[in-house]
């Protein structure tokens, strides 16, 4: 089976990491701008930042044969900065159009404070005036409340639920996104969020229509092998291959699909793997002996 983690924050992870996911199946991610675990202080790190996505990220991605992809966004916890989040939102709409770039994301709530809302709002617009997907991380407190909200606000900013994917769900929240049409993300985390028997309950109870599981693996206790490793525990349980396929690969195809930016093709039909290439003069390998895929030989 091929799997996509549609939310795994890679710039986190290491070579290692890629290596067990594109053995374990899985041939494209995609890596949503995210909080750093500190604050930033200067508007400097976003352009570094947003940067690294859409270069040196997708570099190292297809060096180990895995296709990337990312959101750009204002994160919920530094829209709490109000000089700084001005200055983000003026360079953010550059980034927007950028290729590999398939929604506007990860925006939201946190504490869902008065200037959350206020650039939750902007950046719906933006997705709005770019006829972009949106992808929303719903809070960790008042998680029901706050999602909720969420999708109210996306509607009043005139944005389509199936643009719309509002991700981090659980049992509270599950009936509620799917009854409004919103697509609905499971992040399955070791110990915390979603795990894997819980999601296999999900998916027994709701089937699979607008539901997908991602990992959302990044510098905290995560595991960026969730994706496949949920789907083999769906079906050792009795679910169906159909279901399995749809919320580990073909949801997540179809919505962020809806981008121009994110195809089958890119990795049915992708050139082989050339370890020689270089990221403006870097390589990946350290010294290491390269992996030189022959169909990669074959197209020089």
């Not at 199936?162 to 996104?177: F, G, L, P, Y």
């Not at 709701?206 to 539901?211: A, K, N």
């Amino acid at each position: 089976m091929r799997f996509i983690d549609p939310h795994i924050h890679m710039s986190s992870r290491t070579t290692d990491d890629y290596e067990r996911m594109r053995e374990a199946g899985l041939v494209a991610v995609i890596e949503p701008a995210f909080w750093l675990g500190q604050p930033r202080t200067h508007v400097g790190s976003f352009i570094d930042y947003y940067a690294s996505l859409i270069g040196w990220e997708r570099f190292r991605a297809a060096q180990f044969g895995i296709k990337h992809y990312c959101t750009m966004g204002l994160n919920s916890k530094e829209a709490n900065n109000e000089a700084l989040a001005e200055q983000v939102m003026e360079i953010l709409p550059r980034y927007l159009s950028k290729e590999g770039v398939v929604a506007v994301g990860e925006i939201g709530y946190d504490d869902q404070t008065e200037l959350e809302d206020r650039y939750y709002r902007a950046q719906l617009q933006l997705a709005k005036e770019y006829g972009m997907v949106v992808m929303v991380h719903t809070p960790h407190r008042d998680k029901k409340q706050g999602t909720i909200r969420s999708m109210e606000v996306a509607v009043e900013m005139g944005l389509s639920p199936s643009m719309v994917v509002i991700d981090h769900n659980n049992e509270e929240t599950v009936r509620a996104v799917l009854d409004r049409g919103f697509w609905a993300g499971f992040t399955l985390y070791p110990q915390t969020k979603m795990g894997h028997e819980r999601m296999v309950d999900i998916v027994r109870q709701y089937g699979s229509e607008r539901i997908f599981v991602n990992s959302s693996a990044d510098w905290g206790v995560s595991d960026p092998l969730a994706v496949p490793k949920t789907a083999r525990l769906m079906l050792e349980r009795g679910i169906a291959p159909e279901h399995v396929h749809a919320t580990c690969y073909a949801n997540a195809l179809a919505v962020y699909g809806q981008s121009g930016q994110f195809n089958e093709s890119d990795w049915t039909q992708a050139e082989g793997v050339d370890q020689r290439e270089l990221f403006e003069g870097n390589s990946v390998l350290r010294g290491q002996t390269p992996r030189v895929d022959q169909d990669a030989i074959a197209d020089q």
